[in-house]
C-alpha cells in the first residue's frame, strides 16, 4: 500500500512539474512576443502597407499625451517605447500641435519626424471689420462683400451653435427672435486667414464677447436683477440711438424711467430692424411704419423688445449696467449730423423743445 501511495504522489509531482513547464514555457514564450513587439516598435526603421489615420494634436499636449493618442488610434501599441524613442531621439522636444495624417504601416520615427517638422506661420490674407450696433445681416453681408463666406453659410454657422457650447443662449426666447446670436457676435476687428471658415469666424465672435462680458458686469447684472440677455437687448437699443458716448448712460436711464413706469419704450430702430431685416436700409420712421405687428416693435408693446435689435459694443453695455440716474422720459435730436440729443422729463417739455 505504502508504494502505491508514493507511486501516486510520485505521478502527481511529475504531473505539476510538467504542467509547470508548459506555463512556464507559454508564459516565456508570451512574454517573449511582446518583448520584441516592444523592442521592433521601439527600433524599426520599416515601412509597410496600412491604413490613413487623421489625428489631433492639441496645443500644449505632452510627449506622454500624444503617445496616448496614438495608442487611442491604433498607430503605435506601447506608449513607453515611442515617448523612450523620442527622448533618445532628435525630434525630442521638437514636436507640434495640429491635423496629421498617419499611416498604421508608419514607423514610429517617421510619424515623429512629421510631427516635428517645421511649418511656416501664415500671417491673416484680410481683416474683417465689425462696427458697434452691426446687426447679424449686414455682418453675414460683409463677409460675402469680403469673400470670406456666403452670407448663408455664416447665418447657418451661426444657427447651429448649442446651449452647451454657448451658456447665454438659455434665456433666448424659443420663438419671436431672428436670430438667437444676435446681440452676443462682438464687435471688433477679426484677423482672416488661409483657413478661416464661417464656423471659426463665429466660434471667434462668441469667445470676443465671454472675453468682454467680465466677471464684474455678470455680477453687476445680477445686482440689477437682469439677465445677461436683457442687458444685451437694452444695450443694442442705447447703440443704435446714441452716437455721442456721452449721452449713452443718460440714454439707458430714459429707458429705465419709462419701463419703471409702464410706458412704451418708442425706440425708432425697434421698428426699423424687423422692418429691414436687420439692415438698416431705410433712415425715416413713418406712422404707418409704427403699426408694423412685430414682438421687437417699441410703439406696439410694452416693455423690451423680443431681442436685441444689434451687437452693441462695451460702452454700451457698461451704460445699461451703470445708468445716469435722473427724470428724463424723452428725448429727440437736435443736431443730426452730430447726433446730439436734448432731454426732457415732461411731454410738453418735449413738445416745447421739438417747437411744437
Known sequence: MKIRRFTVKVIKWAICIVVSLMLFTIVK???????????LEYTSTVTTKGKDVVVEIPSGATESQIA????????IKYKTAFTRRLSNSEYSGKLHSGTYTFNTGM?????????AEEKPIEGPIDKLVVPEGFTIDQIAARCEEQNICTKSEFIKALKSVTTNEFPYLADVPDAGVRYRLEGFLFPATYDIYKDTTAESLVDEMIKTFKY???????EKTEELGLTVYQVIIMAS????????GSERRIVAGVFNNRL????????????LYPLTEGMYNK???TYDDLELDSPYNTYKYEGLPVGPICNPGDECIRAVLYPEE????????????????????TFEEHQESMGD
Do not use: W
Open 29 to 39: 514564450d508570451y512574454l517573449k512576443g511582446i518583448y520584441d513587439d516592444y523592442q
Open 68 to 75: 496616448e493618442i496614438l495608442k487611442k488610434n491604433g498607430l
Open 107 to 115: 514607423n514610429t520615427l517617421q510619424m515623429m519626424e512629421l510631427m
Open 212 to 218: 468682454h462680458y467680465t466677471d464684474s458686469m455678470k
Open 237 to 244: 437699443m442705447v447703440e443704435r440711438e446714441c452716437k455721442i
Open 260 to 271: 419703471a413706469d409702464g410706458m412704451l419704450l418708442q425706440v425708432d430702430p425697434t421698428v
Open 283 to 285: 433712415d425715416v420712421v
Open 326 to 345: 435722473h427724470n428724463y422720459y424723452y428725448y429727440h435730436i437736435i443736431n443730426e449730423e452730430e447726433g446730439r440729443h436734448v432731454f426732457t422729463e
